[in-house]
């Protein structure tokens, strides 16, 4: 992904209104994040766990939803696996995340939801880059180019339920 400044993040939120886009926590060391390779960047916001954003490219530009992180069960024994990368992850790894739907609907209360890996950091998983534990990344044939595909497509079907 190629690095992205916060008034363009602030901009390409489409399920939430410019106030709450203008006043959401936006990590500050963007020019530190590893963009090459990161397929969508997402994260939570450090004031309200159970808030998070994301943010991918999608043509030219950019779209950003906003996230809203179940509460942890008080015991979650099993893995579970996240929807987008694929990752499974012990306790509380894999969250449900819910996103208001953008427009008429999204006001009218609407939502949709995935099971994502709760630090939204797929991209490194897949890579390698962090470690989510033993087992945690199947052994897979899809090279790593066809897996990026498969999480970004994955990502899109998600996108487009939260913009439907």
């Given at each position: 992904?190629?690095?992205?400044?916060?008034?363009?993040?602030?901009?390409?939120?489409?399920?939430?209104?410019?106030?709450?886009a203008k006043?959401?926590?936006?990590?500050?060391?963007?020019?530190?994040?590893p963009?090459?390779?990161l397929?969508?960047?997402?994260?939570?916001d450090?004031?309200?766990?159970?808030?998070?954003?994301?943010v991918?490219?999608e043509?030219?530009?950019?779209?950003?939803?906003a996230l809203?992180?179940?509460?942890?069960?008080?015991?979650?024994?099993?893995?579970t696996?996240?929807s987008l990368?694929?990752?499974?992850?012990?306790?509380?790894?894999?969250?449900?995340?819910?996103?208001?739907?953008?427009?008429?609907?999204?006001?009218?209360?609407?939502?949709?939801?995935?099971?994502m890996?709760?630090?939204?950091a797929c991209?490194?998983y897949m890579?390698?880059?962090?470690?989510?534990?033993?087992?945690?990344?199947?052994h897979?044939s899809?090279?790593?180019?066809a897996?990026?595909e498969?999480?970004?497509?994955?990502?899109s079907?998600?996108?487009?339920?939260?913009?439907?």
């Amino acid at each position: 992904m190629k690095p992205v400044t916060e008034s363009e993040i602030r901009a390409s939120f489409v399920n939430c209104t410019k106030g709450e886009a203008k006043r959401m926590a936006v990590p500050r060391d963007l020019a530190g994040k590893p963009w090459d390779d990161l397929d969508f960047f997402g994260w939570q916001d450090p004031a309200s766990p159970e808030r998070a954003y994301l943010v991918a490219r999608e043509g030219d530009g950019l779209v950003g939803i906003a996230l809203r992180r179940a509460a942890p069960s008080a015991v979650q024994a099993r893995r579970t696996m996240c929807s987008l990368c694929l990752t499974t992850h012990a306790g509380g790894g894999v969250a449900l995340m819910t996103a208001r739907k953008a427009g008429k609907s999204g006001q009218n209360g609407n939502s949709v939801g995935a099971y994502m890996c709760t630090d939204l950091a797929c991209s490194l998983y897949m890579r390698g880059k962090k470690d989510a534990g033993p087992g945690a990344r199947l052994h897979e044939s899809l090279s790593l180019d066809a897996q990026v595909e498969r999480t970004i497509a994955n990502l899109s079907g998600f996108l487009a339920k939260v913009r439907a």
